[in-house]
């Protein structure tokens, strides 16, 4: 008798997780749902009171009408090259800032990783006016510069792959470096392919972040032909406040990118979530 009390307190449990988790995840997509239904629905239907949830008519004309009021091509292009050279950039950089302070022996290591690491506690907002200045004597105000080469580095990134490498063996260098293997070849040919989830985290981390930047490419930019997605919508919206259904539009295009590349890597990124940071 205990042991069936025990089971159904057990199921009980179990079924009010789930019953949780289930609440929790359709209040978290619920805003993007609303999102995608509001983007095939008329401006008098939106506007209309009390809402209706589903649309009474599904407008696909307003991706095409979306696209046609603003540059969203050229937008598309200016944040897809910036994001993809920040991802390159900083995989780069902070692999091999990451294999240095993880394999190499040199002194002040740990403090000056500390130091590194100290970086991640200032906002960028403090470090936004001093880097405007540095591009503005530069020339590279208004410039695929300005929103590029101040991303191709990271304290974060180098934290993650560096807490990522350190749970790989010592052996297989050692084993590498007999074999004549120099300390690039142990990088290039050893730790980055034992890496690949902590990559891939470290990929989607960067790609979204410099998909979804808004602030920066405001201040660094002028020019319409340099604006990314974020400042198109921006600048959408205040031409079209009340065309909610091609602001929709156009924010339902600029979030697909995100889930899909979400959803290729989200092998990769769970497991180097796991993985990263277990060990010091």
């Known amino acids: 008798m205990n042991r069936k009390k025990q089971k159904i307190s057990k199921f009980s449990k179990s079924l009010l997780l789930h019953i949780l988790i289930y609440v929790g995840a359709l209040l978290t997509v619920a805003p993007f749902i609303w999102m995608v239904l509001t983007s095939f629905k008329g401006m008098g239907e939106i506007l209309s009171y009390p809402p209706t949830f589903f649309p009474e008519e599904f407008k696909f004309s307003n991706y095409i009408r979306a696209f046609q009021a603003a540059s969203f091509g050229r937008f598309y292009f200016n944040t897809f090259l910036v994001a993809i050279a920040c991802t390159l950039g900083q995989l780069v950089t902070c692999s091999m800032a990451a294999f240095a302070f993880a394999r190499l022996k040199f002194k002040g290591r740990n403090a000056l990783f500390m130091l590194f690491l100290g970086t ?161």
């Open 120 to 280: 991640m506690m200032i906002p960028g907002q403090v470090t936004m006016i001093p880097t405007f200045i540095i591009l503005y004597w530069l020339g590279w105000i208004d410039t695929y510069w300005a929103l590029i080469v101040p991303g191709l580095a990271s304290a974060f990134g180098t934290f993650l792959m560096r807490q990522f490498f350190l749970t790989i063996p010592r052996e297989l260098e050692d084993a590498a470096y007999i074999d004549g293997c120099s300390r690039f070849g142990v990088l290039w040919r050893i730790i980055l392919p034992l890496s690949k989830p902590a990559l891939a985290t470290l990929a989607v981390f960067i790609f979204m972040f410099f998909f979804n930047d808004f602030l920066w490419p405001l201040i660094a930019i002028n020019s319409e032909e340099m604006r990314t997605v974020q400042l198109g919508l921006a600048v959408f919206r205040d031409r079209y406040i009340t065309e909610w259904d091609l602001l929709m539009a156009g924010s339902v295009t600029a979030t697909l990118p995100i889930i899909m590349i979400f959803f290729f890597a989200q092998k990769y990124f769970i497991k180097g979530i796991t993985l990263s940071g277990l060990k010091e």
